[in-house]
């Protein structure tokens, strides 16, 4: 991945890219520039070998590129494209496949602005969706597939996409991808069928490969493990060129894609990407475990602690690589004991997001799905004394030592 994607020679033989801070670019020729546009808006097919030229940084830049073409390498994917938040990828990739009188289908919970998209903002455009729980396994995701099939034929629509978000945010349910796909199979009509959409954010592209599993796009918040330092906001989706090159037209249009410095960042964190999340997951390893045996814990969300004949069990052995960094646990008492918990944490920053170098803990229930309904929340088993841990590169023993004080405190 490190080398890809770029030649010094082309860059006055800098080691690493350089930042391209331009909003344009200049065309050799006028038939450059026709040729350019015609492929930039669909008009016709590549010729073989055939290499759009660089056109405007809305459509294209050389930080852009390479970044893309190393997020791609990661995923296992054709092509991949960057956008200006998590939350762009997202709203970008669903509004390029969903359509008035379109249904869609997806896993619940999911992270918080997600929720609000797909509950109050795709409706207003005529996109019904019909959720399910993650934890309700095979059964209850074909029975949100057929129902969703339903509302499309009454409305005279298709279903548009198949959209989970696996591990969950925050309660870390898993979805099978595989089934996924399966569903997406028997939902094929005369347009081909709904692109099978996953949200790999929560272990990211080291400890979890949708695009294997059964996955046509990942979504991901490159915010979160691959820029990794808490010092910029960016998304991508990545997949075959059949589905990521509609996605792309929508991006230009809607001006949703990443700009050249920050997908400069995002170049230099990629190279320190495996070293962060290894010493990450091993961390949030030994905080489980300390957690798990601490009386003041009801329990601990955390995947690796899954039993051999939890029902989940083969399927995170299968889709999962890791358990990754970040879970949940419930401490024992209501949002007044949370809160005493939060505030005297010293090392650990109080803080949302997740997958930087430092340790964050959050209350899911008041901030990042504080717009989920009571009822809701509690139906998806976000509680008041649930509490959200994304663990950094710290010595974890420095991280238990505050947990510790905090809990007795």
Avoid at 28 to 48: D, H, P, Q
Avoid at 182 to 210: C, H, Y
Avoid at 280 to 293: D, P, T
Wanted: charged letters at 20%; proline letters at 5%; aromatic letters at 8%.
């Amino acid at each position: 991945m490190m080398g890809y994607g770029y030649a010094p020679s082309m860059s006055e033989g800098a080691l690493k890219p350089p930042l391209f801070q331009t909003s344009t670019f200049v065309f050799r020729n006028a038939e450059e520039g026709k040729a350019s546009f015609e492929l930039a808006y669909g008009l016709r097919e590549k010729k073989r070998d055939e290499e759009m030229h660089l056109i405007y940084s809305r459509i294209n830049n050389p930080n852009l590129e390479v970044l893309e073409d190393r997020l791609a390498v990661w995923d296992g994917a054709e092509k991949a494209l960057a956008f200006a938040s998590g939350m762009a990828a997202i709203s970008t990739t669903l509004m390029t496949f969903l359509r008035p009188g379109d249904s869609f289908v997806f896993s619940e919970p999911v992270y918080g602005g997600t929720e609000f998209l797909v509950h109050t903002i795709l409706p207003q455009f005529g996109a019904q969706g019909v959720g399910f729980m993650a934890e309700g396994g095979e059964t209850g995701f074909r029975e949100a597939a057929k129902q969703a099939a339903a509302l499309a034929a009454k409305s005279g629509g298709k279903v548009g996409a198949i959209y989970v978000e696996t591990p969950a945010n925050p309660t870390n349910g898993l979805v099978d991808i595989a089934v996924a796909r399966e569903i997406s199979e028997s939902l094929k009509g005369p347009a081909g069928r709904p692109p099978v959409i996953v949200d790999n954010t929560f272990l990211g592209p080291l400890w979890q490969k949708p695009l294997s599993l059964g996955a046509d796009i990942c979504v991901t918040s490159l915010t979160k493990y691959v820029g990794g330092h808490s010092d910029l906001i960016a998304g991508a989706a990545s997949g075959a060129a059949s589905w990521i090159g509609q996605v792309a037209v929508f991006r230009t249009i809607f001006g949703t894609m990443t700009d050249p410095h920050t997908a400069w960042l995002l170049l230099r964190s990629l190279e320190t990407l495996k070293l962060r999340m290894d010493a990450a997951e091993l961390g949030a390893r030994k905080v489980a475990a300390y957690l798990q045996k601490h009386p003041r814990v009801k329990s601990v969300w955390y995947l690796g602690f899954l039993p051999k004949d939890h029902p989940d069990r083969p399927l995170f052995e299968r889709q999962c690589v890791s358990a990754g960094s970040t879970f949940s646990f419930e401490i024992d008492g209501g949002e007044k004991d949370a809160f005493a918990f939060l505030d005297k944490l010293q090392i650990i920053k109080l803080a949302v997001s997740l997958g930087g170098t430092e340790t964050l803990a959050s209350h899911p229930a008041a901030m990042t799905h504080s717009d989920v309904p009571k009822q809701s929340r509690e139906r998806l088993g976000i509680t008041e004394s649930l509490i959200r841990l994304s663990i950094g590169v710290e010595n974890p023993d420095d991280l238990i030592a505050d947990i510790e004080q905090a809990l007795e405190t």
